[in-house]
């Protein structure tokens, strides 16, 4: 079952996890291509886990209507793999943010290597209370990082104090389906949050009435699970492929953060592509807008 923990230590847990994780993203996801640490969507004739990865990117700024002119906040913007793309794809400033200052170096780094680094800024910030002033973007983006919030409606309220009139606001995330049936399947979707260090289940459709009583319009709900489905297969090949290391190393996961780390993505593999079988969690996109 998920722990109970206050902000503060689930705000550390999520960044003790990147720090642990980071070498292995590197080695089984990330690429100098796409610089994204996101699923990706198979679609419009991706036929690679970096095409796919791109293609999200693609499909979220299209979605959310990024213009050269706006000020977009990356919330939750890992190495800056989709602040980059859209400073270099659409020309928008961008600043990203995240809670671990080793994410904000590789970031900056990236931008520099993308020649991007006059229109993109990197800030250690908390995305739940950040200190720029209200009415300051018009595009908040966030990827697979919402769901580390523990207070969602307080982290909408900071949202909509960001957003200028007019703004609008994209996230892509896991989602959970419908009520755990039985014990395996409390192993699978513990095996996931554990892993990911997601201290706060947040459900599918649970955005609309927060948004509703926020005042947020033009809301839309995409279900992109069969997007992602390819991207957890690949993750759970991945796992398999690993297996006769994983299982060689696994005494020393009590000794071994790296070996740790390595054996709870290896069990998360298999959990996800399970989990996405079972109906048990979607992958799913909101749009909003600010009046």
């Not at 928008?92 to 904000?104: E, H, S």
């Not at 459900?203 to 509703?212: A, Q, R, S």
């Not at 297996?243 to 790296?258: A, D, G, H, T």
């Amino acid at each position: 079952m998920l722990p109970t923990l206050s902000k503060e230590e689930s705000e550390k847990r999520v960044s003790a996890y990147y720090k642990d994780a980071w070498s292995q993203y590197r080695l089984f996801w990330y690429s100098p291509a796409s610089l994204a640490l996101h699923m990706g969507f198979w679609e419009d004739g991706a036929r690679s886990l970096t095409e796919a990865l791109l293609q999200e990117n693609k499909f979220l700024a299209e979605t959310v209507g990024i213009t050269k002119d706006d000020l977009v906040l990356d919330a939750g913007c890992g190495v800056g793999g989709s602040s980059i793309w859209i400073a270099k794809h659409i020309g928008a400033k961008v600043i990203g943010i995240a809670n671990d200052q080793g994410l904000i170096d590789e970031a900056r780094r990236n931008a520099e290597v993308n020649k991007v680094a006059d229109i993109t800024t990197f800030e250690l910030q908390n995305y739940n209370h950040t200190n720029f002033p209200s009415d300051t973007f018009d595009v908040v983006w966030a990827i697979e990082s919402f769901d580390y919030a523990l207070d969602k409606r307080a982290l909408f309220e900071e949202v909509y104090r960001l957003l200028k009139s007019g703004g609008r606001l994209i996230v892509a995330d896991f989602f959970q389906n419908r009520d755990i049936r039985n014990r395996n399947e409390e192993l699978i979707f513990d095996n996931i949050t554990t892993t990911l260090a997601v201290h706060q289940t947040q459900w599918w459709g649970e955005y609309l009435p927060i948004f509703k009583e926020l005042g947020f319009k033009n809301v839309r709900e995409l279900d992109k699970t069969s997007a992602v489905r390819p991207s957890s297969n690949h993750l759970y090949r991945v796992g398999l492929a690993v297996s006769p290391v994983v299982y060689m190393l696994y005494p020393l996961r009590f000794v071994s953060r790296y070996v740790s780390t390595l054996v709870d993505h290896w069990r998360c593999s298999g959990a996800m592509d399970k989990a996405f079988q079972a109906e048990l969690i979607k992958y799913g996109v909101y749009y909003a807008e600010k009046p």
